[in-house]
C-alpha cells in the first residue's frame, strides 16, 4: 500500500512553540501533499511537494521531502491555538488515474 | 467562489435502510472523489468521478455505489446499512483530477446508523 503514516500519532505543545509531525510512506510518488482538518469538518489543502523538490515553504508551513527514505516531515514554526487541528499526509500513486491515500493523521494540540 | 457543498450536513439512519448523500463541487470542477472517515480506519477512498465516468474505485462492498451527472454534481448511495456504515462521509473536487492536484473538501455528511 502507498498508505503514508504519521508520526506521532498526537502532539501537545505551548503557543510560540514549533510542532513537528512526520509521514512515511510505502512506495515511489509522484507528490505528497499535507491537509489539515478540524474537528468535524473537512480537509483543507496546506502544501504540494513533488517528488523532484526537496522542502517547500509556504508562511509558518514548512514542508521536506526525502524520497530515499520515503518520508517528509511538516514543521509549523511559532504555534498558535488555532493550530490545533489533525494534520494528514497523502500520496498518489506514480502514474495519473490514482487515488489520493491518506495517512491517520497526527492530532496537535497547542495550549495557550 | 463557492466551495465544495455537501448534503445533508447530519443524518440519521436504521440498519438495513439505504442512503443517499449529495455532493455539489466548485463550479468547473470535474472530478469527484468520495471518503470514509472513520475514528479506526481514518480516510477510506471510496471512489473517484471524472466527466460521468467512475475512474477509480476503493476497496468497498458494492452496497456501496455512486454517479456523477452532466453538472459534475455526484451523489453516494449506501444501500442495506450496517452499523459500521457510520462514519463522516467527505467529499472533494479538482478541476482535471486527483493527479498533481489539491483536493477541496466539503465538510461531510455525518452518518448515524442505530
Known amino acids: 500500500s502507498q498508505q503514508g503514516e504519521e508520526d506521532p500519532q498526537a502532539l501537545s505543545i505551548q503557543e510560540g512553540e514549533n510542532a513537528t509531525m512526520n509521514c512515511s510512506y510505502k512506495?515511489?510518488?509522484?507528490?505528497l501533499q499535507w491537509y489539515r482538518q478540524n474537528s468535524g469538518r473537512g480537509l483543507v489543502h496546506l502544501i504540494l511537494?513533488?517528488?523532484?523538490?526537496r522542502e517547500k515553504h509556504s508562511g509558518r508551513l514548512r514542508v521536506t521531502l526525502d524520497t530515499s527514505k520515503k518520508s517528509s516531515s511538516l514543521l509549523i514554526t511559532a504555534s498558535r491555538a488555532a493550530d490545533t487541528a489533525s494534520y494528514f499526509c497523502?500520496?498518489?500513486?506514480?502514474?495519473?488515474?490514482?487515488?489520493?491515500?491518506f495517512g491517520k493523521g497526527t492530532t496537535l494540540s497547542v495550549s495557550s | 467562489k463557492a466551495g465544495v457543498t455537501q448534503t445533508p450536513r447530519y443524518l440519521i439512519k436504521t440498519r438495513g435502510q439505504q442512503v443517499t448523500l449529495s455532493c455539489s463541487p466548485i463550479?468547473?470542477?470535474?472530478?469527484v472523489s468520495w471518503y470514509q472517515q472513520t475514528p479506526g480506519q481514518g480516510l477510506q477512498f471510496l471512489f473517484e468521478?471524472?466527466?460521468?465516468?467512475?475512474?477509480n474505485k476503493g476497496n468497498f462492498p458494492g452496497r456501496f455505489s455512486g454517479r456523477q451527472f452532466s453538472n459534475s454534481r455526484s451523489e453516494m448511495n449506501v444501500s442495506t446499512l450496517e452499523l459500521g456504515d457510520s462514519a463522516l462521509y467527505l467529499c472533494?473536487?479538482?478541476?482535471?483530477?486527483?493527479?498533481?492536484?489539491?483536493?477541496?473538501f466539503g465538510n461531510g455528511t455525518r452518518l448515524t446508523v442505530t
Open positions: 512506495t515511489s510518488i509522484n507528490n
Open positions: 472533494a473536487s479538482t478541476k482535471q483530477g486527483t493527479f498533481n492536484s489539491p483536493l477541496h
Open positions: 497523502a500520496t498518489d500513486g506514480n502514474q495519473a488515474g490514482t487515488a489520493l491515500i
Open positions: 463550479s468547473g470542477h470535474r472530478s
Open positions: 511537494i513533488r517528488s523532484n523538490e
Open positions: 468521478y471524472f466527466s460521468e465516468t467512475q475512474r
